[in-house]
């Protein structure tokens, strides 16, 4: 497990989506009663464990291939893999790459279709999340100074405190709703830059349904990957 030690007050247990057991503990507690706390918490941490396990052998990898599905903003779409190098195309029936492998290059064809997919749903990503959040930071009546795409590993979004907001690109493949709570999320962070009370209050102000958004990618978060 990871133990972060800051100022709070009480030992906390968090298991990632990746299987990561962290402890956050006060400065000053000891080693002792930290380990006195994992081992009356061992049982519930088993079983959290055992169900993300469960959840990552379920997980597909992308294989880039014709007919696959790959989802955007809530609907799946089969992919459609056509000669020559006509850009990505998205349709209500499909999404259509067109791919031509230079002669020199070492890439795999699904190599070169796997990078042309990601380098398109970043910049739909950038586009989307930019104009929905400051749609949102309007009804919230905050004022990010920038909202930016970015590859996160382990979280869906981050606000820095100079204004500055990171959404995680692979959220373009969630539904609507999804997309909007982590939005949501964020810019309140510009009002509340913690995890309180008064925060969680003004995200339910602007989306009552948080809680089951929040499950919904603690369930489902593990298959938004290319």
């Known amino acids: 497990y990871t133990l972060k030690r800051s100022k709070r007050k009480t030992i906390g247990i968090q298991i990632s989506d990746s299987a990561e057991v962290i402890i956050t503990a006060p400065l000053h ?10 081992e009356a918490k061992s049982n519930w941490i088993d079983s959290k464990l055992k169900v993300i396990k469960e959840r990552q052998q379920s997980f597909k990898p992308k294989i880039y291939t014709n007919g696959e599905s790959f989802d955007f903003l809530g609907k799946a779409y089969p992919l459609d893999i056509l000669d ?10 499909s999404l259509s790459i067109g791919i031509s492998k230079p002669k020199k290059s070492v890439k795999t064809e699904n190599e070169l279709i796997r990078a042309k997919i990601i380098k398109w749903y970043r910049e739909q990503a950038q586009q989307y999340l930019d104009n929905r959040a400051h749609q949102l930071a309007y009804e919230i009546g905050v004022t990010p100074i920038l909202i930016k795409e970015k590859a996160f590993k382990r979280s869906w979004g981050m606000c820095h405190s100079n204004g500055k907001i990171f959404i995680n ?8 709703e999804i ?3 982590v939005i949501i999320h964020e810019l309140c962070h510009l009002q509340h830059p913690n ?20 499950n919904w990618l603690k369930d489902h978060g593990h298959k938004l990957d290319l």
Do not use: E, Q
């Open 84 to 93: 020559g190098s006509n850009p990505i195309t998205l349709s209500s029936t």
């Open 179 to 181: 997309v909007d709570y």
């Open 29 to 38: 507690a000891r080693n002792s009663v930290i380990s006195d706390v994992i």
């Open 169 to 176: 690109y692979k959220l373009i493949m969630a539904p609507h």
């Open 195 to 214: 995890h309180s009370k008064y925060f969680w209050s003004l995200v339910a102000k602007h989306c009552p349904d948080y809680k089951k958004h929040r």
